[in-house]
């Protein structure tokens, strides 16, 4: 069960720490999916830096499953966020699939957390 959970945690991580990147890294994409989901570079600015969080959780979770599994029940939050921000836009279902990804991931992160 530990390795199932830390193989699912550094794959969440990962592809928050990914994302996280390019938010706080102010790439164009990013800036243009702001625009588009109706939020400010500054705000995904600062949805960056909660990911960079989530992920320093993610791994500190590694050596103490409950903080990880703190990090992994905010990821899913704000992969909720996420989905919620594109369903408003109206944008086709396959855009939100990878915050839908990202969001089971960190759900099966956190319930392996829990039994870790």
Not at 16 to 27: C, E, F, N, Q, R
Not at 74 to 84: E, F, K, Q, R
Request: hydrophobic content about 60%.
């Amino acid at each position: 069960m530990a390795i199932a959970y830390a193989v699912v945690s550094l794959i969440t991580g990962t592809l928050v720490a990914l994302t996280g990147a390019l938010k706080l890294g102010g790439h164009p994409s990013m800036a243009k999916n702001a625009a588009h989901l109706g939020y400010s570079e500054e705000a995904f600015r600062r949805i960056g830096i909660l990911e960079a969080a989530a992920v320093a959780g993610l791994i500190g979770g590694l050596w103490w499953a409950p903080i990880g599994v703190a990090a992994a029940v905010g990821v899913a939050l704000l992969m909720s966020g996420a989905v919620v921000a594109h369903v408003r836009v109206h944008d086709p279902a396959p855009a939100s699939a990878p915050a839908v990804v990202c969001g089971l991931l960190a759900v099966a992160t956190a319930v392996l957390g829990v039994a870790h």
